[in-house]
């Protein structure tokens, strides 16, 4: 099949993380094997080979020489303008009779993990084929052993960070509870304390904000593999982006399918988490599980069945795994979006006298149980010993001149910026405040343009069990476009059970 | 937000079934809605809307005031070039929570079931979430309670008929088995006896022939509703394809999803065969099962499973089902392929002498039960009684007959046409055949171009338990251009183990 190339060229087309190629109908490759528009087909140019689907265009597009590709398969193939590709059927990826097996009732052992896992890896998948492996692991379908199996499946087909002290501590926090950012405050803690935390944090996907982002508007936080190495060596620590090491790879792969069918998977969860935790070189983890109405775990039982589930995934990984059940049920400190939490973490570290109480408390909370879980030998003295001692670190300065060490370390230091526009929305009655809807809330700040426009989002100006009057300020909402405010105060109106008030009865 | 309409323009881009939007990332409805490349929007013009899934292409495809629309999404917006559309996020599809309650172990209520077929047949799922809705349905997990709502609901989604009769008789193959056209025989059979069989079936999608694509080759198959009911008033039986009078109209697309995946689901194959039927307004039908090794039905007892579910759903509808379990280990009679099928038909129908045994015993099973089906008051006979007045009706030349007069009534009789090219394919050695692989029997016939170009395919020369000598023709391969019949001839060369011969034990 010599003849079946075609000249390469970037149509210039997003279609984010799918491979795309565009042919027409009637050149000679499209009719000798017999392809459809959505056909699976196999691009394999002298260097590399990848999987895409197919598009019929017409001739105002393309020449019968060429196929177009998008811009993801241009990047996957590292294809060259004019260069020559072959085309053939994409054979049948393996790993799905596997996916297949699954859904029929077997169990995934290792090797069907790791053969499915790197299939994904190397976009072999098409987005209906994750669909059904994400469907196939949905809710509680992955048993424990399966759950380990893709975990150490995950962990193998990415890079792993080897560290070299025994304790090298880490968090997380489980599910968006908005405002929640204690990380830059427990990392500066625990840093200033002499122990090893290189904290990697995502950006926000569908909330308002992510540790990534938050700490960007403060310092750098792309930093190259080696950078973020010294930054460690240096300081302790690091407050960085995870995103340009590749440490598991299919994980947003298969986030972005279960957002899109809106699917909760324990099982995927649990090994999202870990794998992420092991690949990082992490030998101590604190997990934060907020349990509330609009959390994304619901219950108290759920937060304990998914504790027992991540400590044993993690144990037969050889790590350390500490579960913290929190209080779910309403946004954390005052600011949701990237500047306005940068502006309640920087509170915090400096002491001043109007930080967020809770933001305070928790970040003590999650800091006095990591402070406990490093001491490997000798005595362990109570949780309260340890409490006082993050408190101590936090209230002396330590913690604060530890943070703008480490931010130096990644490039700099700068203050978080307030954004342009700001809208105050009032009570319309008096009451109790007696119900956060923390998603409409999310949602909100995300409308009014968090996290693009860093500077975005909302402050809260009231807690549950608080007393307002008619007319009192609720929220203030900010924006850097006055459309964009427009945007959020709209869906503001049409969800204004966002905050629940309920009438004081007198 | 009376700005957000852009132009359409048809883009001439086919994407199967698939709704695409194109747009540009600068174009400011992406920008106020905060659109991403492969984001699902709703697109609304006064007189339609749809869901489509947003591409982003650079400048040189569109204005920044343009949307370009693929093929389908075109179509079914009903589009008009220059009108203006509104676009906006799509809403959540509501019924997907059902397929996610579905996932997580609630039982689909009727209900659920038609509202997610509603949303199917609306073209509101995107395909992820229409895999996700078929590994909800793979393999056993449909009950038989689901299985009956969900058929219930694709009847109702579309087109039924009625027709006069009390008795309105059809008959159906689960799975193909490679030129096992019995049902231009099986029909005219029927019709000659005086009973209704307004007959219409499907074009193949994978395999090398469907009943309308032998029929095309003989005769029109494509009638509008009213050409067919006069057929059938006329005849008592029509012989035309069942595509364009919409009949269960989700099932090719749940088809075309379960086919990416290469996932069955006998609760999804039970409502898709039940709901034409019902749809269709038959009254009996016969279901033969083929079972083999290399058959859809593997074996004896998923034969049995799989008729008790299709007895028990079709009596909740009414319906009246047998089904014969039919021996599925070999190709039946020598063509395969439109045109190769359709002279095995006519030289059955015509008594020739070399007519294909197998295909003329089929057949008077098939119709004998369907004869016997179809006495409602006063005694049955025999099976053997149905048998040979099947048989005399044939024999007589009034199944024949029958047959002329139909394909006159659709339009005309032509004769099948032989195709330009022909290989035939030896035995490489003495033995006795011993085993047919179907599916690699039936790819073969596909690559040499059926049923794209209708004369080509194959035709067979031995049977089971033939005994061949070294240099003896197994099949001849036929095509309409040198490039299939090569790619065949390679396919087969590959796959010498498509027929399996043992070596005589001397």
Chains 1, 2 share one sequence.
Not at 61 to 72: I, N, R, V
Not at 356 to 372: C, G, K, M, V
Request: aromatic share 6%; hydrophobic share 40%; net charge negative.
């Amino acid at each position: 099949m010599g003849d079946n190339f075609l000249y390469l060229t970037k149509i210039g087309i997003d279609t984010y993380q799918h491979a795309i190629v565009f042919m027409r109908r009637d050149c000679h490759v499209c009719r000798a094997e017999g392809f459809n528009a959505m056909t699976r087909v196999r691009v394999c140019t002298d260097k590399k080979s990848i999987n895409a689907t197919l598009i019929i265009v017409s001739e105002d597009f393309l020449s019968h020489q060429q196929a177009g590709l998008s811009d993801t398969a241009w990047d996957m193939l590292g294809a060259e303008e004019g260069g020559i590709a072959q085309f053939s059927h994409a054979p049948a990826v393996d790993s799905m009779s596997y996916v297949r097996g699954k859904l029929y009732g077997e169990a995934l052992t290792n090797e069907m993990a790791n053969a499915i896992v790197g299939d994904i890896k190397e976009g072999n998948y098409s987005d209906v084929q994750l669909a059904a492996f994400v469907a196939a692991c949905a809710d509680d379908k992955l048993s424990l052993a399966e759950t380990i199996a893709l975990t150490q499946a995950m962990v193998e087909s990415g890079e792993r960070f080897h560290w070299s002290p025994e304790i090298v501590l880490d968090k997380h926090c489980v599910g968006g509870l908005p405002g929640n950012r204690t990380t830059p405050i427990v990392t500066s803690i625990i840093a200033a304390n002499g122990y090893l935390m290189p904290k990697t944090s995502s950006r926000a996907i569908t909330s308002p904000a992510g540790t990534a982002d938050t700490m960007e508007t403060m310092t750098p936080v792309t930093l190259s593999f080696q950078h973020m190495r010294d930054v460690v060596e240096q300081q302790g620590a690091c407050l960085a982006w995870g995103g340009s090491v590749s440490l598991s790879p299919i994980d947003d792969i298969v986030i972005r399918i279960e957002r899109a069918l809106d699917l909760d998977s324990e099982g995927q969860l649990v090994a999202s988490v870990i794998s992420k935790k092991v690949a990082a070189g992490s030998t101590h983890v604190l997990i934060d599980i907020p349990v509330g109405p609009s959390a994304k775990v619901r219950t108290h039982a759920a937060a304990e069945k998914l504790s027992h589930h991540l400590f044993e995934t993690a144990a037969a990984l050889n790590l350390t795994v500490e579960t913290l059940i929190t209080d779910g049920n309403q946004p954390v400190g005052e600011g949701i979006g990237p500047s306005l939490e940068a502006i309640d973490v920087l509170a915090v570290l400096r002491n001043k006298k109007n930080a967020p109480n809770d933001l305070i408390e928790r970040s003590l909370q999650l800091a006095a149980r990591l402070l406990r879980m490093a001491i490997l030998d000798g005595p362990v003295e109570s949780l309260e010993f340890y409490y006082q001692l993050a408190k101590q670190t936090l209230e002396s300065g330590a913690a604060y001149e530890k943070f703008i060490d480490i931010c130096h370390a990644q490039g700099g230091f700068t203050e978080p910026e307030l954004a342009l526009y700001k809208q105050t929305l009032f009570a319309t009655e008096s009451g109790i405040v007696s119900f956060f809807n923390n998603r409409f809330i999310a949602k909100l700040a995300s409308l009014a343009g968090a996290p693009n426009a860093p500077q975005a989002g909302l402050k809260m100006h009231v807690r549950l069990g608080d007393k307002v009057e008619k007319g009192q300020g609720l929220l203030t909402l900010y924006a850097q476009a006055q459309g964009e405010l427009d945007y959020a105060l709209e869906f503001y109106q049409r969800h204004p059970e966002a905050i629940q008030i309920n009438k004081e009865i007198l």
